[in-house]
């Protein structure tokens, strides 16, 4: 046991060794409308103004704002209606001097005018005349050519998660595919003499296939390609064959194995049996999870996980989810804890926890008493992170809830 | 103009005519690992206890309480092993008083045995002699068998957003597939004699089809399934056959037309047309979007947007994004407001914002300036809402943004 215990290593150190040996990022080219949560693999500059010509942002008539400048309703200017736009056309008008035109919304304003008056403030004398009851400033209800977006100017930034606005602004230039970060594959390998199938009723000592699934799910759930192995006994062979496969075909490994130290000794020994392995950590002084252990083969990172379900999938959000989307993309909430939480101090610890309202105000409720209840992390929303020097939190604190 | 004016409804009643109105959800049966952010068309309950059997939860050794009840490190008990439990086996061992066996992590506990003494706690005196140096209280480090969950015990209520943990929980209890709500199928239909396809360039007075593009992200970021149509000139009999072929097709249907009011009323004439149309709203008392528009066909919605991107895509948010995914999916944020917004009484305003950090406080900063930029859309992180009633927002207040 001492072995173990010498080489455990703190929760920080662990994110920032499994950041600074993560698989390098594919790059790929996509439809915009199929962008949506893709992060930009590089910066997107316009190659036109937008909009491209003077629109009217109101329904109303384009007018040479000079001429109706101190108007009023008991003073309103006289224009004279020469036209009228259509939607989508080249405006083959050109105002002079105490003309007007009818402008639609959206409509391109026409040589000579500098402004829209709306609607509303016009009264029609006759079908060539109007009334303008309020003057308007320069360019008044218009968005000038280049106003959006300036030819050359950065539309999207590299690294920008993709949202429908960003795909609207790319659309509105033109740009109909855009290179984004290609997703991690992520292999996944459940191991365990005791493990069955989730189909099998299990026999007295057995348990079911948790890992695969609620793996699979939490890395699709992250925008990577999760692919699920065959169920792997406690065997070198059987595990060096699978693992050997599995990393060829895939950025990341996940391995989850029984919880009991023998065994993540044994995968570290086949792990450790690649030519190119280098040993990331093996122990992490976190609660739950303190088995987990990380080998750097080649390229490629093999992440060991606990076999219990609990430990596995809390490991997964606290170690695995940061290196397949970017910190910003995980949400977290404030809120004042409910009750006492005791921790020790010497080791990181992750509790689960639901989010509850009382007059408006957001109330974290830990979920405390056994661990290891799948029922308990499935009632819960999110965790709290109880740092290696704290010794617990009181009832009434200020806390961070990471949302699952 | 009256009569629009007239039949302007509030926010809150347009949103509420929308849920009401919803399409009926279908259900459908999906593979669990698929079923992440799905939602639960039912309660699950299970139908056996989990764990099945006692396990141990940690490694050790499996005891009689009673037998080292009041020993210590000065007073050890001693205990005789009588064998060892194997993961995934039946534990053929019974134990009697004064015995005891190994047991690993997830281990089954054997006949007899009430709890785990942890293998720090002990000592090997010799192959067949133990030392306990502290007592163990009745399944201390056991997981008793139905303690996660009962049979016949509720695991995954109906309405809940499934989850990884949710998934680990179901496969855990051998469930393989559940019943999730079917998603909507969404058609969209970009209509505007001014629209071109992005991929052309426009002419003067042209400008490209954002919302298909925007309308697609948007509604696939709600786990909807979008269906995009081509383009629709602004004819009657054109609009007629592709709103005919898109309500046979879809349960709900948006169209983005025109921002002038003419289009609009040329939309709801189309509409209208139908032998089952039932106007439920023309017009809502918001900024953006006041032309909007909805109306019942049959069991179908179609929805008129603004043509203007920007207006379509908040619409899209404030309107159709709650009908899509319940409401506490949407995220939401609260911080101080950075800058005086000025708003109208009378009308609900939608601002866009962007979350900045300041000693550690969120300061919501609003995209206040020309409103319609598609470039302010993209840089901004959600919207503020300011009620009817309301004149405005002070700098310094508490303002709530709601994420896109």
Not at 352 to 379: F, H, Y
Request: a negative charge; proline letters at 5%.
């Amino acid at each position: 046991m001492m072995k173990e215990f010498l080489k455990v290593i703190h929760y920080e150190e662990a994110v920032e060794k499994l950041i600074t040996y993560r698989p390098f990022s594919e790059i790929e080219s996509v439809n915009i409308a199929d962008c949506c949560n893709r992060i930009a693999a590089q910066d997107v500059c316009s190659s036109e103004n937008l909009p491209a010509f003077h629109r009217s942002t109101v329904d109303g008539y384009a007018v040479i704002a000079e001429d109706i400048y101190g108007c009023s309703e008991t003073s309103p200017g006289f224009l004279q209606i020469i036209g009228e736009i259509t939607m989508g056309q080249s405006a083959a008008i050109k105002l002079q001097k105490g003309q007007c035109c009818w402008i639609p919304t959206g409509g391109m304003l026409p040589e000579g005018a500098n402004a829209v008056i709306m609607v509303e403030n016009t009264d029609k004398l006759d079908d060539r005349t109007i009334l303008a009851f309020h003057p308007v400033s320069l360019y008044e209800n218009v968005m000038q050519s280049g106003e959006d977006i300036k030819i050359g100017q950065r539309a999207i930034k590299k690294g920008t998660v993709i949202r429908p606005a960003d795909i609207g602004l790319l659309a509105s230039l033109g740009i109909a595919s855009m290179e984004v970060v290609k997703p991690y594959k992520v292999g996944i390998i459940s191991t365990g003499d005791e493990i069955v199938e989730i189909e099998q009723k299990p026999k007295a000592g057995e348990i079911r296939d948790v890992n695969s699934h609620a793996l699979y799910a939490a890395v699709k759930s992250c925008g990577a390609l999760p692919f699920v192995y065959p169920l792997v006994r406690d065997q070198f062979d059987d595990l060096k064959q699978a693992v050997e496969g599995a990393i060829k075909e895939n950025h990341i490994l996940l391995i989850s194995g029984g919880s009991s130290v023998g065994i993540m000794d044994a995968t570290l020994e086949v792990l450790m049996s690649f030519p190119e392995a280098q040993m990331l950590f093996h122990g992490i002084a976190i609660k739950p999870g303190k088995p987990t252990l990380a080998v750097k083969i080649g390229e490629k990172l093999v992440i060991g996980l606990p076999g219990h379900p609990v430990s596995a999938l809390t490991n997964f959000y606290i170690l695995i989810r940061p290196l397949l989307i970017d910190g910003p993309i995980v949400n977290s909430l404030e809120g004042y804890l409910k009750l006492n939480i005791a921790s020790q101090a010497g080791r990181d610890d992750f509790i689960p926890a639901v989010i509850e309202e009382r007059d408006g105000q957001k109330m974290i409720r830990p979920l405390l008493g056994k661990a290891g209840l799948m029922s308990i992390l499935s009632q819960s929303q999110g965790y709290i992170h109880i740092p290696y020097e704290q010794q617990g939190l009181k009832a009434g604190e200020k806390v961070k809830v990471i949302i699952y």
